[in-house]
């Protein structure tokens, strides 16, 4: 009777093992550098328009309407602070992907930002805001699921000034095409106190291994530069 | 004799193998915050957030401060700067830089604030260490550093001259050996120390010590332009389980120094 129970238990080991192996092996290795090869200035909704709330469809539109004339002085990435998430994916630089069990980094060379997602489900406590949020990340069968709160308020979600709150939460869930060359990030949008409902976007990167990033140190191409 | 049942004897393997964890002094701390690492058993494994061992204190009574207890303190490194073998170019501007701020003459100006030095010497911070069989990847907390060091690889024949260099590395039994060139001149290794030169050439020593809870970091730094002799300066960092890396965007304290007109 013990030794039949010893040998079920063994069979039961092995059986999750090799289970908890394919759940592993199951996960795509999305480590690399990867480029948006159509970079976009505006961040434009997968179906519909943008659900501004009236006064972010405002500031939005002066916003558009003073980068359209030339004038980007709302734009405080040319004073070297981060572009923050997710305008920092349409950039169109490329970034390396490093992933690992317990965290994964997005190494990114405009202004050699990086950005890490711990491997945990529930997000801890927000002890200090940030441009690219705090993010914890899992995987749903090959998807990785990313989400994001605690930004802080002053950036902007695109290059054209989309604004946002510190409400806002970003979602994320990337995927490799089955050629494992294209990388698809499905991001959700949500900011009760900007959009009047939850929105998507998508990202798509094409793998660059003959690329290497380069360092990039804004502060070095500042053209006023006080002694 | 009768036979134990199965689950009684993986009871006694478990608490054999706590034991023997206590016992060889890898203490599993209480609670690492999620997605950080305890200290792993492979001697060739750096992967977690370490911390400076002259840093701030952590908690009393965590493994991390004990770690820290047992961590030699480097000398100040202005003190340390002092004994380095300086060409005389070097020495004259190294006493300047001293005078210099003694008279109240800010030493960080917009030339070299919010630039990655190297940062394995005289880091404040944290940062994470990523690994894969390819790359050694550390990210600082401090200016959002990242420092690539490429396994079983070459420097190129040409090289774009950096802050961080271009590192590549191989394993000596338990031991990364870290080797870099490829520095630009911009920035020297302290607050008072002058630039380096772009020949720079750097040889760390990297490995694991005190049950995975310390890395030592054994460096030693050749430049003709800049020293008569090599400097080698040692540097250890504690592993911690508690606590997460911050965001740090140095630019952001930088705004009114008017680091205008980056362009993309």
Same mark, same amino acid.
Request: aromatic content about 20%.
């Given at each position: 009777m013990t030794k039949t129970r010893c040998v079920l238990c063994i069979a039961g080991a092995v059986v999750s093992a090799v289970l908890a192996g394919q759940a592993h092996a199951a996960e795509p290795d999305m480590t690399g550098i990867w480029q948006a090869m159509n970079p976009t200035a505006a961040l434009k909704p997968v179906r519909g328009a943008v659900p501004f709330k009236p006064e972010a469809k405002a500031a939005y539109a002066k916003t558009s309407a003073a980068s359209a004339a030339g $004038?980007? /002085? %709302? /734009?405080?990435t040319k004073h070297c602070l981060p572009p923050g998430l997710p305008r920092i994916f349409g950039a169109g630089h490329p970034f390396e992907i490093i992933q690992r069990p317990f965290q994964i980094a997005f190494l990114f060379q405009y202004q050699s930002l990086y950005r890490t997602v711990l491997m945990t489900d529930a997000q801890p406590e927000v002890l200090l805001r940030a441009f690219m949020g705090q993010a914890v990340g899992h995987w749903e069968g090959r998807d990785l699921v990313i989400d994001s709160v605690g %930004?802080?308020? $002053? %950036? %902007?979600?695109d290059d054209l000034g989309m604004p946002h709150g510190d409400k806002l939460h970003i979602v994320e869930r990337l995927h490799l095409e089955s050629d494992a060359k294209t990388l698809v990030n499905d991001v959700r949008i949500e900011d009760p106190d900007t959009f009047t409902h939850s929105w998507e976007a998508r990202y798509t990167f094409t793998r660059r291994d003959d690329a290497r990033i380069q360092e990039d140190i804004c502060a070095d191409r500042a053209t006023v530069l006080h002694r | 004799m009768k036979k134990r049942p199965f689950s009684a004897r993986l009871a006694t393997a478990g608490f054999l193998w706590i034991l023997a964890f206590e016992f060889a002094g890898v203490q599993q701390a209480a609670a690492a915050e999620p997605g950080l690492l305890p200290p792993s058993a492979d001697p060739r494994n750096f992967e977690g957030v370490w911390w400076p061992a002259d840093g701030w204190p952590p908690q009393d009574g965590t493994p991390e401060r004990e770690a820290q207890r047992r961590s030699p303190k480097p000398p100040r490194m202005r003190e340390e700067e002092t004994d380095w073998p300086f060409q005389p170019d070097a020495k004259r501007q190294y006493l300047k830089n001293i005078a210099d701020d003694l008279a109240g =003459?800010? !030493?960080?100006t917009t030339l070299i604030a919010c630039r990655p030095h *190297? +940062?394995?010497? &005289?880091? !404040?911070f944290s940062f994470t260490v990523l690994q894969t069989s390819q790359q050694v990847t550390l990210l600082f907390e401090e200016d959002h550093a990242v420092r690539r060091i490429f396994m079983h690889a070459k420097h190129p024949e040409k090289l774009t001259p950096s802050y961080q260099g271009h590192s590549i590395g191989w394993w000596e039994g338990d031991t990364l050996v870290v080797d870099t060139i490829g520095f630009? +001149? =911009?920035?020297? *290794? &302290?607050? *008072?120390?002058p630039n380096h030169s772009d020949q720079l050439h750097a040889v760390e020593r990297i490995r694991k010590v005190d049950g995975g809870w310390r890395i030592e970091d054994d460096m030693t730094f050749t430049d003709p332009k800049t020293f008569t002799a090599p400097v080698r300066v040692q540097r250890y960092y504690i592993l911690r389980t508690d606590q997460r890396m911050a965001e740090f965007i140095c630019e952001e304290g930088e705004r009114d120094a008017k680091m205008q007109g980056a362009a993309e």
């Open positions: $004038n980007t /002085d %709302f /734009d405080e %930004f802080k308020p $002053n %950036f %902007f979600l | =003459k800010p !030493r960080i *190297f +940062d394995l010497l &005289g880091n !404040r630009n +001149d =911009k920035v020297g *290794f &302290g607050v *008072f120390s």
